[in-house]
């Protein structure tokens, strides 16, 4: 990688290592990548720990363990990757805000956490859309708005806000590109991989807040780095951030973060489940209408959210989705997938052959039509994603065991509640109420949800809530991400987000990490 300087902690031929650095950060997810990559441009000494390989692997060949004493959270086993590029060597890329639709009610103590977070996203979405390749800037708006005319003011008269998310190339998916990438920066950031975090070094002659004056890593060999920095950012998912402020606090003599702080509590996520079909003889013009688009390389899938609900409703959104089941479009998921995590695709010569015809209406679809190529008749779905309410119940603790790296695994309590299956019913039936199909010129869709609300849903790997933002005693981080009761310790994970909100979180992490970079590199911390 011409832009970074690369170490494997495994096969390192000194048993023990030291470094210095300006900012240490910890995890070589979409936070992390950005942020080192952000700060490396910005001049700052940047070392990047990442637990994983170079190539992504799933959290138990990673050895990272978890513990459940509830309902199994998919969100901690499927759901997460370790390896450069952390998650993003496995996701869709999807880039979509989180926006006004997340402002709800007066803010707690002077301070309203999604109030803070979407002005974040507002400052920055042209700088994060500007490093990622997206030259024209922010048009989410817009763009649905356009594509969509007249079927779009029909939404919009209905109460339904219209976004149009981003799919990242794949040539970009994995964010580890921007390791790669040696424009614009400052500085070469270092990139330690397999070295897992386990031990922290307290300054012991602070007298305000807690300094951490250093981290120590290991491999599975034994071998081990230790790393000396002003400043350290947990970038790592919202699972392992909570484990690992929480044995930090565990392990010192006495807490380090601020007493009463909620660490690993309020877990939640999305729930995820379709809530109507599109009726047979719709079908058709709901491909037409709401198929996703191209634009410049990139695809754009549309999406809809109430603009005026009640204040107490939970945030959510709608989307289509597509049983496509053309050959074509599974054999080139596959080896992108493939590719994208840097592994041998899984498909069979008879796959390949069944594949290229549908391959070649892919390719017209995208580079003459604009448009993501489906079937005719394929059957479609409206696909309702709702935030589970934060409860302090749902959440992250220290278990008894220890994993091979002689660390403290994660116990998760997590459940779906009576209360989030009555907001599914309650926001599902109002959304299909404002739907405008009712006069055979819309798109018609055939409601799912039976009166006794059986439908289950599922989570959609979007956890939150764990190291949540704000300034109450519960809060974990500031409004600058520093971790409450510390000096030089900040979280950038989508752990800090207050519940899931009306989008995916990546973006908005991304959005945070840029205002992270900035904050680090202003002069104060010079």
Not at 16 to 31: E, F, L, N, P, T
Not at 244 to 255: I, Y
Not at 368 to 394: C, F, K, W
């Amino acid at each position: 990688m011409s832009g970074v300087e690369f170490h494997d902690l495994l096969a390192a031929g000194e048993k023990s290592r030291k470094a210095r650095c300006d900012v240490c950060v910890i995890g070589a997810g979409a936070a992390g990548i950005y942020l080192a990559h952000v700060l490396a441009s910005r001049g700052q000494d940047v070392i990047l720990v990442e637990a994983g390989p170079a190539t992504g692997i799933d959290a138990e060949s990673a050895g990272f363990d978890v513990q459940f004493d509830a309902t199994p959270y998919p969100g901690a086993t499927v759901g997460r990757y370790f390896g450069l590029g952390g998650t993003t060597s496995r996701w869709g890329g999807l880039l979509i805000p989180h926006t006004c639709y997340d402002i709800r009610g007066p803010s707690v103590e002077g301070f309203d956490s999604w109030q803070r977070i979407v002005q974040v996203v507002h400052d920055h979405t042209n700088a994060v859309l500007n490093t990622l390749g997206y030259r024209p800037g922010s048009d989410f708006v817009e763009f649905a708005e356009d594509k969509l005319g007249a079927a779009g003011q029909r939404l919009r008269s209905a109460g339904l806000a219209l976004m149009a998310g981003l799919f990242l190339p794949f040539r970009y998916k994995n964010l580890v590109y921007l390791l790669r990438s040696s424009s614009g920066k400052k500085s070469r950031p270092r990139v330690f991989i397999n070295a897992v975090v386990n031990g922290w070094r307290i300054n012991p002659e602070v007298t305000a807040g807690a300094t951490i004056h250093q981290i120590n890593a290991i491999a599975s060999n034994g071998n081990q780095l230790q790393i000396q920095a002003r400043r350290f950012v947990i970038a790592a998912g919202a699972i392992e951030s909570a484990r690992l402020l929480l044995e930090l606090n565990a392990a010192a003599s006495q807490p380090v973060i601020r007493t009463g702080a909620a660490i690993g509590c309020f877990l939640a996520d999305h729930l995820s489940l379709s809530i109507a079909d599109v009726a047979p003889s719709s079908v058709n013009d709901t491909i037409q209408l709401f198929a996703p688009r191209f634009s410049g390389g990139w695809m754009r899938g549309f999406r809809f959210i109430e603009a005026d609900p009640p204040r107490a409703a939970p945030r959510a959104f709608m989307h289509f989705i597509f049983d496509n089941a053309n050959p074509g479009f599974a054999l080139a998921k596959e080896w992108l997938s493939a590719m994208q995590g840097r592994r041998w695709p899984h498909s069979s010569f008879a796959d390949v052959m069944a594949g290229l015809g549908g391959i070649a209406r892919l390719g017209l679809g995208r580079y003459v039509r604009s448009r993501l190529y489906i079937p005719a008749g394929t059957p479609a779905h409206l696909q309702l994603d709702i935030e589970q309410r934060p409860v302090r119940e749902n959440r992250i603790t220290l278990g008894d065991e220890n994993d091979r790296f002689g660390r403290r695994v994660a116990n998760i309590h997590w459940a779906i509640s009576d209360w989030d299956a009555e907001n599914i019913r309650e926001t599902a039936h109002r959304l299909l109420k404002r739907w405008p199909g009712k006069n055979g010129v819309f798109p018609m869709l055939q409601p799912r949800l039976n009166g006794d609300g059986t439908l289950k849903p599922h989570d959609a790997y979007h956890p939150i809530g764990t190291c949540r933002m704000g300034v109450d005693s519960e809060a974990v981080v500031d409004s600058h991400l520093k971790v409450w009761g510390t000096d030089n310790l900040w979280v950038v994970s989508t752990g800090v987000l207050p519940s899931a909100g009306t989008a995916n979180p990546t973006f908005t992490l991304l959005c945070l990490a840029e205002q992270l970079a900035r904050h680090l590199s202003a002069s104060e911390y010079d």
